[in-house]
């Protein structure tokens, strides 16, 4: 039954988002101003209705964080007014800044209150902001929900988002590989064969030029083409085997989707594990095209025993697909856009909470986690906190970590229960704190 509450509280300092996250909450571009006795500073309020739950949003605005304040401690007073009467208090930090110390203050001031909080950490849809998205978890509220999560379900209202789905429908690809396993080749055989719009943009290093290239409204940003095009010229110096992996490390940097041409007749080497590994760290996407397949037959070849092979050289990228190529002849390189594409999107995928415990409380029933402590371990419960990869944090009753092979079977449930192909999987394990305020 959905819980009808009567008022939630936005806090939070400054520039944290809180407005933002109020109109799309409450779907308003402006809001309603009111004025909370006692508080001399207006509050915004909305009536929202969201997931079957109605309530008044209240936004405090600046109110909290203002620690530079002459009058700090009346503002706190204030804020502390402001959240009285609230059922539940949502706190909104920033994931790509962190934990700051007005953040921290303004917990306790929330601890004192004694109301459930709610952490909804903002800005996480990004790389750099994972550290600092696992900083904002010693403020200790469980449990955490993503800003973006939310205003995704309620993104379909506005103009802004249009510049959003402009931006996800670019995909940086880059294509990466050993001398001579095919790569400029590939590039060529794309640009040709799929009649597409093509130009070059100076990409954002010296020496880094990307192509563009349109297939079915999406754009593919073909990342460093220069470095595959010429590579001795682009890092001077070392060997070429050497030059390639550096390459591949810039290009991959800068992907959301990696392609590792991997050329079929040699097999998979050391260096491409090498590249593999990066790709991997990276938290990229990958994809490996074995290339030359044309060099493959007679047709007897199987494919099956190749593929075998690849995977045992490559092992961190057991989750990749493998797409059988050739640059030469054309075979099945038109189909590599659409696995980028699905790759890219398994890369974005998010599952929604109560899902993903779910599928926690069916896997974990049937095997218990294994540790290398000697308290039982729980998992209690567990949320996504971030897409590209995707980041999954668990909570558990003992600060404990996973054994690797059950952290491998966990994410490999993971993959067969929801589909991420070609998308690497982070999980953090967490000790839960007290309970909530
Ligand atoms: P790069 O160094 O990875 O960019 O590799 P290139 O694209 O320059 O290719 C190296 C050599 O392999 C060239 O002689 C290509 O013609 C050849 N090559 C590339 N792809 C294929 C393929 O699919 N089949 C065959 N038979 N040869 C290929």
């Known amino acids: 039954m959905p819980k009808t509450l009567s008022s939630v509280v936005l806090v939070g300092r400054p520039n944290v988002g809180k407005s933002t996250l109020f109109n ?19 509050v915004i309020t909305h009536p929202v209705e969201w997931q079957g739950a109605r309530f008044e949003l209240i936004d405090t605005g600046g109110m909290f964080g203002a620690s530079q304040d002459p009058l700090h401690q009346l503002v706190l007073e204030r804020g502390q007014r402001a959240i009285k009467d609230a059922e539940l208090l949502i706190l909104v930090v920033d994931g790509r800044e962190g934990l700051v110390p007005a953040d921290v203050e303004i917990a306790e001031v ?11 950490i903002n800005k996480t849809d990004d790389r750099r902001s994972r550290a600092g998205v696992m900083e904002l978890y010693q403020l200790g509220f469980d449990p955490a929900f993503e800003v973006d999560a939310i205003t995704e379900r309620t993104a379909h209202v506005g103009s802004g988002d249009e510049e959003t789905a402009h931006e996800q429908s670019e995909l940086a690809v880059a294509i990466v590989g050993r001398p001579n396993a095919g790569k400029s080749s590939l590039v060529n055989r794309l640009l040709r064969e799929e009649r597409m719009l093509v130009s070059d943009m100076p990409g954002t290093t010296r020496d880094a030029v990307d192509t563009l290239i349109t297939w079915h409204r999406r754009t593919f940003r073909i990342v460093d083409t220069a470095g ?49 590994g990066e790709a991997e760290g990276a938290g ?3 994809i490996i095209a074995a290339n030359k397949w044309d060099l493959m037959k007679p047709p007897g070849t199987n494919s099956n025993e190749f593929d075998e092979n690849l995977r045992r050289q490559l092992k961190f990228l057991e989750y990749a697909p493998v797409l059988h190529i050739s640059a030469e002849t054309g075979e099945r390189t038109s189909r590599l856009f659409e696995v980028i594409d699905r790759v890219a999107g398994n890369c ?90």
Do not use: C, W
């Not at 799309?24 to 207006?42: C, F, K, Y």
């Not at 929330?110 to 909804?120: D, M």
């Open 24 to 42: 799309r909450l409450t779907q308003s571009r402006r809001a309603i101003v009111t004025e909370i006795p006692g508080t001399t500073r207006d």
């Open 110 to 120: 929330i601890r004192k209150a004694n109301i459930p909080t709610l952490l909804a």
């Open 228 to 276: 595959i095009r010429r590579p001795g010229r682009v890092i001077k110096g070392g060997k070429p085997e050497e030059v390639s992996v550096l390459l591949a490390r810039r290009a991959i940097k800068r992907a959301d989707v990696v392609v590792l041409v991997v050329d079929a007749t040699a097999g998979a080497t050391d260096q491409d594990g090498a590249i593999a």
């Open 284 to 286: 990229s996407g990958v």
């Open 348 to 437: 974005r995928k998010r599952i929604p909470t109560p899902a993903f415990n779910q599928f926690l409380a069916q896997v974990t029933t049937r095997h218990p986690p294994v540790s290398p402590g000697r308290r039982r371990v729980r998992i209690l419960y567990g949320t996504q906190i971030g897409i590209a990869p995707p980041t999954f944090l668990l909570f558990t009753n003992v600060a404990t970590k996973f054994h690797f092979s059950y952290e491998r079977f966990l994410i490999n449930q993971l993959r067969e229960a929801f589909g991420f192909e070609g998308s690497p999987i982070q999980l953090r394990v967490r000790r839960r704190r007290g309970k909530t305020a």
